[in-house]
């Protein structure tokens, strides 16, 4: 059967693969006030996380570079496209929001609030199909809070 869910699908493939092999924000920033390293060990993806926050913790700019699969690098990507702009709370609320998506492939209690991001974040959601690749997915995630917390090392654990 071929319709609307595939085309879906077929979009959601083409952002990850295109943010995979293009990703957004990969630099250093050499200003940053946090970083931190995240580490997949299941699938071996490492990312070092740059964040520059305003004086009021407004997150002004964020970067990361590293190496890993395509869904890790894209997930990456997208999340400095998303959480640019936004507070350290905020950009907290969408990550423990995002979580759940990759984990289950919905968040029913996510709200209006978050309706933009989540649509953004929305090509990744497929991931819950595959359990071992959701931590591909999560680890920038995991490694933002790491950064946001002044930890330096994250884990996909
Ligand atoms: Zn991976």
Wanted: glycine share 8%.
């Amino acid at each position: 059967m071929s319709g609307l869910f595939d085309d879906l699908r077929d979009l959601y493939q083409e952002v990850i693969l295109d943010h995979g092999r293009k990703p957004r924000n990969f630099r250093r920033l050499e200003d940053a006030t946090a970083t931190a390293r995240g580490d997949n060990p299941m699938c071996g993806d490492r990312i070092e996380l740059f964040v520059k926050q305003a004086p009021d913790g407004t997150i002004a700019d964020v970067a990361f570079q590293g190496r890993g699969c395509a869904i890790s690098t894209a997930s990456a990507s997208l999340m400095t496209e998303t959480v640019a702009g936004k507070t350290p709370d905020q950009a907290r609320a969408l990550g423990a929001a995002f979580r759940e998506v990759a984990m289950t492939g919905a968040c029913p209690d996510c709200g209006a609030a978050l309706a933009d991001d989540m649509e953004r974040l929305a090509p990744l959601s497929g991931v819950h199909e595959f359990p071992s690749r959701v931590k591909c997915a999560t680890l920038a995630w995991h490694t933002l809070n790491a950064a946001l917390d002044g930890a330096k090392e994250a884990s996909s654990e």
